[in-house]
């Protein structure tokens, strides 16, 4: 539009989960079936690349048709391996079990782009933890996690529990030890100002246990459902939710419930999911980012932006960066990450580059 010559080539994105979605849904072909569900998925990509092509054309869209490509193409899996390969020769891949963005429908582990909030509709339960010298309450929307509470946390200058510094309260139906500490990350004013570190309930959750050393009791498996607390193992959340909610009442745990408004992290990328997302501790493949937010701050304010105020944009997005690029997904129609590892030490074992 300003009399520039620019290359716009036409590429097509046809490896993520609507494609995969799609053929389990529509086609009715499951995604065990290997080599089946592979070829159905390139049909159906071929299939909607014509129809969209169609429509491109019919709009006036003119890419240079030439330098056409898709992502499921072997020679853009090559390119994407070679990416990947270099960044590893650079120091910057590693596979490591670390709490990871996981979408329970979807069964894949997500990174920060695909996930968004919603409000909901919940109740804030009042939960009662006993101590040598009586009780105090620390309220939570997620009291399906209570099994999986290994402390009790207040913000250090929170006048109100200074005296419970050091100290250690039982957790409700279970009667097991927590240590109560303190964490910069809890908010005085909500609740009662003592929250459940649950592993793991949301990010603060994760990263007072992280800065802390403490325990990990895994609470939910793949699938969303409940593990590793005795009767309640197999239900999903809001069942269990519902379930410990009745329990905690019976044991006199509840004071109260409220309603309340509050954000829910979701799988919000796609529109037909919009699956709350939890935190599982698993082994992912992971790009290092975070020793390079200095340089990406100190470039983006030598790059010269159009429109302006996408620069701010730019750094608030690397402020937020707190964890590596986690870059793995469990699915079937995808580009293979081009690594061996060993299922004993974890050690990785990178190819050649002419493999």
């Known amino acids: 539009m300003r009399g520039c010559n620019v290359l716009l080539p036409q590429g097509w994105d046809t490896q993520g989960l609507p494609t995969e979605l799609a053929v389990q849904n529509k086609l009715g072909i499951p995604s ?92 804030l339960a009042y939960i009662k933890f006993e101590m040598e010298n009586g009780f105090f309450e620390i309220a939570t929307t997620r009291p399906e996690l209570i099994h999986a509470c290994v402390a009790v946390a207040f913000h250090p200058k929170d006048k109100r529990y200074q005296q419970l510094t050091g100290k250690e309260a039982h957790v409700a139906i279970y009667n097991r030890k927590v240590p109560i500490i303190t964490s910069e990350s809890v908010d005085p004013e909500y609740g009662t100002g003592l929250v459940m570190i649950c592993t793991f309930g949301d990010e603060q959750d994760v990263k007072t246990v992280l800065k802390h050393k403490l325990l990990t009791i895994e609470a939910l498996d793949d699938e ?98 707190e964890w590596d690029w986690l870059f793995s997904r469990q699915r079937t129609f995808g580009t293979p990450i081009p690594f061996w590892y060993c299922q004993r030490c974890n050690c990785v074992i990178a190819p050649k580059k002419e493999d």
């Open 32 to 123: 065990d079936n290997v080599d089946e569900f592979r070829s159905a998925c390139k049909k159906w990509t071929v299939q909607m690349i014509k129809r969209m092509r169609e429509t491109m054309l019919r709009l006036g869209c003119m890419p240079d048709w030439s330098f056409e490509y898709k992502t499921m193409d072997g020679g853009y899996h090559r390119k994407v391996q070679l990416s990947l390969l270099n960044l590893y020769n650079m120091g910057r891949i590693h596979r490591s079990k670390h709490p990871i963005h996981w979408c329970p429908k979807c069964k894949t582990a997500l990174a920060d782009a695909e996930l968004g909030y919603k409000e909901e509709e919940t109740n």
């Open 224 to 321: 969303g459902k409940i593990i590793n607390s005795g009767k309640y193992d197999g239900l999903n959340v809001r069942e269990a939710r519902k379930i410990i909610l009745a329990d905690l009442m019976k044991s006199g745990a509840i004071s109260k419930t409220v309603k309340v408004n509050h954000n829910v992290l979701v799988h919000i990328e796609r529109s037909i999911c919009q699956t709350p997302i939890e935190f599982l501790s698993k082994y992912q493949w992971f790009v290092r980012i975070t020793d390079l937010k200095a340089g990406i701050m100190k470039l983006a304010h030598r790059i010269k932006w159009f429109p302006p105020h996408m620069k701010k944009r730019l750094i608030d997005w690397v402020e937020g960066l």
